[in-house]
């Protein structure tokens, strides 16, 4: 869709927005997430420089990443996705308490994906996204309190992309190169606030609609083609347990789970829809 269009998807009933509500904060932003925005996610650095930017990170108060050694080797650093069947698996609205189970998932078959976090969960679980980014996954950002970011003034746009940069980078020493809309929504005033990538995504799961493992992995495993970006949320237990079986599937049909920057190339389109 072009630059200023809505959602595919409207806000359904389902999909109530985000307060500033204390209690609960990652099931309410898991309420939220329903529809992803387009994120274009930087290529992930290579493991030495992640060590050597997750050593550097270690700022005033912030906490320590050198518990962040990168996986060296896995399948979707060396893929050349011109040639390879791709396909680049993007989690949302976590890190969360299933974030972890995920990552076993991902593990088990070498698989790379993208996390767009939420900002104020960063804060609240450094360590899950220092491991998440240590596996070899790529960090992008979706806000810092999950807004629909075309209802926002400019001001109010640059600072929740800057607040969530700044937990991001305290986390993994590195500032996110991708940005995921909440909602998918953005608009031309939203885009002027930042130069990166907006990635959005081919395959909507609705994971977070109908919260049922089996039908998620039937979309996953109905929608997918070569290049798709394939929208699912770790937030929601039901999504995680899909895993498994969507990454043995894909696996058997020779797909290679790589990240939305490695997709690219490194060079992801200032739009990223997926193919
Ligand atoms: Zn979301």
């Keep these: 869709m072009k630059i200023g269009a809505r959602p595919r998807r409207p806000l359904t009933a389902g999909m109530r927005r985000g307060t500033a509500g204390t209690v609960a904060v990652t099931a309410l932003v898991a309420a939220v997430c329903g529809t992803g925005g387009p994120t274009a996610a930087p290529d992930p650095a290579s493991a ?45 609205d976590g890190p969360g308490r299933h974030t972890d189970a995920l990552l076993r998932h991902l593990a088990a078959y070498r698989a790379r994906a993208t996390f767009f976090v939420v ?17 070899g ?55 002027k606030q930042t130069r990166r990538p907006l990635v959005m995504w081919s395959v909507d799961t609705l994971d977070w609609l109908h919260r049922d493992s089996s039908r998620v992995a039937r979309k996953t495993l109905k929608s997918v083609r070569p290049g798709s970006v394939i929208l699912f949320h770790d937030i929601h237990p039901t999504t995680v347990a899909a895993m498994p079986k969507v990454l ?15 997709l690219y190339g490194g060079r992801p389109p200032k739009l990223v829809y997926g193919r």
């Design 48 to 92: 030495t420089t992640r060590t050597v930017a997750a050593s550097r990170t270690k700022a005033a108060g912030a906490p320590t990443v050198k518990d962040a050694k990168p996986v060296a080797g896995a399948a979707g650093e060396r893929v050349d996705c011109k040639r390879a069947k791709c396909v680049a698996l993007t989690f949302d």
């Design 248 to 262: 043995k599937r894909l696996s058997a049909r020779g797909y290679t789970f790589v990240t939305v920057s490695r």
């Design 119 to 135: 900002g104020r969960n960063v804060a609240a679980n450094q360590a899950i996204v220092r491991r998440t980014y240590a596996a």
């Design 137 to 191: 996954h790529e960090i992008g950002s979706h806000t810092w309190s999950h807004p629909d970011l075309t209802t926002l003034p400019a001001a109010k746009v640059r600072a929740q992309f800057a607040r969530t940069d700044r937990a991001i980078k305290a986390a993994i020493g590195v500032r996110p190169k991708l940005v995921r809309p909440p909602y998918g929504a953005f608009n031309a005033a939203v885009r």
